[in-house]
């Protein structure tokens, strides 16, 4: 059964941090690229940070610097280390998984409409 399921997500201040998880069920978690994306209030959603198989990561440039994407093989678990929050980064944030490859690779550039499984989604709220 595939499954994500993300936690972590709260409200805190402008250049606070938070830490997102996302477990995975071990089909899903074995995707070629996982990732997260996020989606503001009438915006559309999009890409965050992006990791392979093999560790390799892509930001964008919104979260250069200041996110961290990483996984946990023995857990099946992925992160999101998130510092320095600015109001802006305000969002449902959600956990992804893509196990086709595409031109796009796995990258920040990913278009949502082609990631081919989804968790229900983590609300962040930074206030200033």
């Known amino acids: 059964q595939v499954q994500l399921v993300e936690s972590g997500g709260g409200s805190v201040q402008a250049g606070g941090s938070l830490r997102l998880s996302c477990v995975a069920s071990a089909h899903t978690y074995s995707s070629d690229c996982l990732g997260w994306f996020r989606q503001a209030p009438a915006k559309e959603r999009e890409g965050v940070a992006f990791i392979d198989s093999y560790g390799g990561t892509s930001y964008a440039d919104a979260a250069m610097a200041r996110f961290t994407i990483s996984r946990d093989n023995g857990k099946n678990t992925l992160y999101l280390l998130m510092n320095s929050l600015k109001p802006e980064d305000t969002a449902m944030y959600y956990c992804?998984?893509?196990?086709?490859?595409?031109?796009?690779?796995?990258?920040?550039?990913?278009?949502?409409?082609?990631?081919?499984?989804w968790g229900q989604g983590t609300q962040v709220t930074v206030s200033s």
């Open positions: 992804a998984a893509d196990s086709s490859p595409s031109r796009y690779g796995c990258s920040w550039r990913l278009p949502s409409y082609l990631v081919d499984y």
